[in-house]
C-alpha cells in the first residue's frame, strides 16, 4: 500500500477502520491508501460518512457504467464539438488539462448529443485523466497523482447560462464531480475572466466544496498575471505558446488544437429533430406576448442596488423586432443604456446582460411601430441579478463576493 504520512493517530486509526469497513468493494489495484485518503478528507476523517460517501459513488460509477466507458464510442457532434485536451504535464508530472470553455456550445450541445450522452463524455474524459495521472504517480511518485487543469475564459459569454437546461447541466456536473472525485484536483487556473464570469461564478462556488475552492486562482484577461504563474507549475516546452509557454501545433498554431480540442458553434445539422432545428431557444420559463403592429411593448424593472445585473433572453416568431433599454434615475433623468436598434431575433435568439450603475427604473423596449402590417409574436425571459463585488489582490488572483 502506498505511505501514509503526516497523518495522526486518530487519523491513522480511521483510515484503517475505514480500510476495513470498505474492503468488499475496493478491490483494484488503485485503491490503495492514498485513494482512501481521498473519501476520508473529504469527510473530514469521518470514517461512517466516508464510507457512505464512497458506496454511494460506487453504486453511480454501476449506473453510469463508468468502468467501461472506456468502450464508449461517442457520437460524432460531441468527438467533433466537445473542447477539451491533454495539453502536457507539469512539473511534478501530474496531466495539465485544458478546457477552452467557451468552446462549449450548450444549446447546440445538448440538443445535438443531449445530456445524458454530453454527462457520459465528461465522466469519460475525467476517468482518462485520472487514469494518466495514476500511470504518472507510479513514474514520478504521489506529486504527479492528481490533475491541474486551465480554463480558458476568453470570449466568455453568459448568456447561454440563462437558459434553464444548460445552466442545470453545468451543476449536475460539478454535482457530480464533487460527489465522485473528492480531491483529485490538485490546482485550476481560470484565466481570461471576464467581469461578467463573477456572475457565473458566484452560483457555482455554491455547488464546490472548501477543497476544490481553494484550489482555484481565477485571473481576468491580463497575461502578465496568469502566465508567469502557469510558468512557476509548468515548463514552457509543455505550455501552449497561447499561455505564455513554447508549444505549437507542426503549423505553427499556438492553441494547439492537435492536443486541446476548441470546441464551436454546433451546426443545426446535428440536431436530433426538425423541431429543434426550427426553434432557436427554449420554452421554459419564458413569456409569450404578441406586440401589435404600429405599437410598443415597455417593461420597467426597479433597480434597488448599485451594481445589479438586467438580464434578458428574448426571439420572435417569423420576423424582427427593435429592442432598447433605458433607464430613469430618482432624479428623473432618462439614459439610455442599450440604443433601441433592430434585432433578427428570428434567426438567432438575443441575449445579453447589463451592469446597472445605478439605482434606477430600467425599461426594456420592444418597439414594433415601425411595422404597419405584422404584429409579432416575442418569447421573452427578463431578470434582475443581485450586485457582486469583484476585487483584485496583488498577485492577480479574483476575489468575487454576492452582495
Known amino acids: 500500500m502506498a505511505p501514509t504520512l503526516d497523518l495522526t493517530d486518530v487519523e491513522r486509526f480511521n483510515l484503517m477502520k475505514f480500510r476495513r469497513n470498505v474492503a468488499d468493494c475496493c478491490t ?32 453511480w460509477r454501476e449506473k ?39 468552446g462549449i456550445d450548450m444549446w447546440g450541445m445538448l440538443h445535438s448529443a443531449g445530456k445524458a450522452d454530453f454527462i457520459r463524455m465528461t465522466i469519460k474524459m475525467i476517468e482518462r485523466y485520472l487514469e494518466i495521472a495514476r500511470r504518472q504517480a507510479k ?12 480554463i480558458d475564459m476568453e470570449n ?12 442545470e447541466t453545468v451543476l449536475s456536473l460539478i454535482q457530480m464531480y464533487e460527489a465522485n472525485y473528492p480531491e483529485v484536483l490538485k490546482t485550476c487556473f481560470i484565466i481570461n475572466a471576464p467581469k461578467i464570469f463573477a456572475i457565473a461564478f458566484s452560483v457555482v462556488k455554491n455547488f464546490l466544496n472548501d477543497y476544490t475552492i481553494s484550489k482555484i486562482q481565477i485571473y481576468k484577461n491580463d497575461p502578465r498575471k496568469y502566465q508567469p504563474v502557469l510558468l512557476e507549475v509548468i515548463d514552457a516546452a509543455q505550455l501552449p505558446k497561447c499561455f505564455g509557454g513554447e508549444m505549437t501545433d507542426p503549423d505553427g498554431n499556438p492553441a494547439c488544437p492537435s492536443k486541446v480540442h476548441p470546441g464551436g458553434k454546433i451546426p443545426k445539422t446535428y440536431y436530433q429533430s426538425a423541431e429543434d432545428k426550427e426553434n432557436a431557444m427554449p420554452n ?7 406586440v ?56 438567432t435568439p438575443e441575449s445579453g446582460v447589463v451592469n446597472c450603475a445605478e439605482i434606477a427604473t430600467y425599461t426594456v423596449l420592444f418597439d414594433n411601430s ?22 483584485v489582490k496583488d498577485d492577480g488572483e479574483v476575489a468575487i463576493q454576492q452582495l
Not at 401589435?292 to 417569423?318: C, H, M, N, Y
Request: proline residues 6%.
Open 284 to 290: 421554459e420559463d419564458f413569456m409569450t406576448v404578441v
Open 156 to 167: 466568455f459569454n453568459l448568456r447561454q447560462y440563462a437558459w434553464r437546461p444548460a445552466g
Open 370 to 391: 415601425y411595422s404597419f402590417l405584422r404584429s409579432k409574436k416575442l418569447h421573452y425571459s427578463i431578470s434582475v441579478a443581485p450586485p457582486i463585488k469583484v476585487s
Open 28 to 59: 483494484l489495484p488503485h485503491h490503495d491508501d492514498q485513494y482512501l485518503l481521498r473519501w476520508l478528507r473529504a469527510r473530514k476523517f469521518n470514517a461512517e460518512a466516508a464510507e457512505k460517501m464512497l458506496r454511494d459513488s460506487m453504486k
Open 139 to 150: 513514474e514520478h511518485g504521489a506529486g504527479a497523482s492528481k490533475v491541474s487543469a486551465i
Open 292 to 347: 401589435k403592429k404600429g405599437d410598443k411593448l415597455k417593461l420597467p424593472f426597479i433597480v434597488a442596488q448599485e451594481g445589479s445585473f438586467l438580464r434578458w433572453e428574448f426571439r420572435t416568431d417569423g420576423h424582427d423586432i427593435k429592442f432598447g433599454v433605458s433607464c430613469q434615475n430618482a432624479d428623473g433623468k432618462d439614459n439610455v443604456v442599450i440604443p433601441t436598434h433592430r434585432v433578427r431575433s428570428h434567426l
Open 64 to 102: 453510469w457504467d463508468v468502468d467501461n466507458l472506456v468502450n464508449w464510442e461517442p457520437p460524432e457532434v460531441i468527438k467533433k464539438y466537445y473542447p477539451s485536451g491533454l495539453a502536457g504535464y507539469d512539473k511534478d508530472g501530474s496531466p495539465v488539462v485544458v478546457i477552452p470553455f467557451a
